[in-house]
């Protein structure tokens, strides 16, 4: 599945995927595909309704596709990007709070079971895959994650915020692939794709509505565009000895991150601070 191709997903058949907000955008495109290959594919959401409008998409296209609902309330992750400074109901700045602390907790809550399955699994086919960006290279902050401002309220632009929340991405499963080595844990870049996801530059910064034909100038739309997603997901090309915590550019390609997404000890330092701010919001 090198090229791009989902006919070429493996026989998914008896597997289970957790895809948050797998409703839409490229969540939809990677649930529908896992899908159709045979997986049982919950789509985490905090939307029942988008999920049935899902579910109804995928059923005209593979009837015996085995899609189910999860709430779950991280907030819709396709519109959760560049955004006017915002802060969740337990005071983390939005795109911090959702693009990685939600997915953290969520994770980690997973975690115990997903251990239990890796076990008995083919080593290596259990997997946690998060969807950072190449933006992290170019938008976070020089010095990576600022532990002592993360929520970055003064004196950054939406898009450092962007970037920060996507330098954590990568440094999580950095951090998640050390502590636990029998799962594997991969981050991603999924390519310029012409999603919704449009909306938060737009909003946030008016000139992108100029510059958006020449982003996406010759994108796939979100089904395609999906590849790189799947391959993290289900390749058999990626091996638990030799590729957990790696990070992957379209299609396949083990890459290195920036400077501070290859950090191991800013890797570790993040998930401490991220643990003990659970803890401290009464998240165990």
Not at 48 to 53: E, G, N, Q, W
Not at 101 to 106: A, D, N, R, V
Request: hydrophobic letters at 40%.
């Amino acid at each position: 599945m090198g090229d791009g191709s989902h006919q070429s997903l493996p026989d998914l058949t008896g597997k289970v995927a957790i895809v948050t907000g797998g409703h839409t955008g490229l969540g939809f495109g990677t649930s529908i595909e896992l899908a159709k290959h045979g997986a049982r594919v919950y789509i985490a959401s905090r939307s029942a309704a988008k999920f049935k409008d899902a579910e109804r998409e995928v059923a005209l296209e593979c009837p015996e596709a085995d899609v189910r609902f999860l709430e779950l309330n991280l907030a819709d992750l396709n519109s959760v990007m560049c955004l006017p400074y915002e802060e969740t109901v337990e005071g983390f700045e939005m795109q911090i709070g959702v693009n990685y602390i939600g997915h953290f907790l969520f994770s980690r809550l997973l975690l115990p079971m997903l251990q239990i399955t890796a076990e008995k699994a083919v080593k290596g086919s259990v997997r946690v895959v998060n969807v950072s960006s190449d933006e992290h290279t170019k938008l976070a902050p020089k010095e990576g994650i600022i532990s002592s401002d993360m929520n970055m309220k003064n004196d950054f632009s939406v898009w450092a915020r962007y970037g920060h929340s996507k330098i954590a991405n990568v440094l999580h499963l950095k951090e998640l692939a050390k502590i636990y080595s029998n799962i594997l844990a991969l981050s991603l870049h999924p390519g310029t794709v012409k999603t919704n996801l449009s909306a938060g530059p737009i909003s946030s910064t008016p000139l992108y509505r100029l510059i958006k034909p020449i982003v996406e100038l010759g994108a796939p739309g979100p089904r395609k565009g999906a590849a790189n997603i799947l391959f993290a997901a289900v390749s058999p090309n990626l091996k638990l000895e030799s590729d957990n915590g790696a990070y992957l550019l379209p299609i396949g390609k083990v890459s290195a991150p920036s400077k501070a997404g290859s950090d191991a000890k800013m890797a570790e330092d993040l998930w401490e601070w991220t643990v003990k701010a659970l803890m401290s919001r009464g998240y165990e």
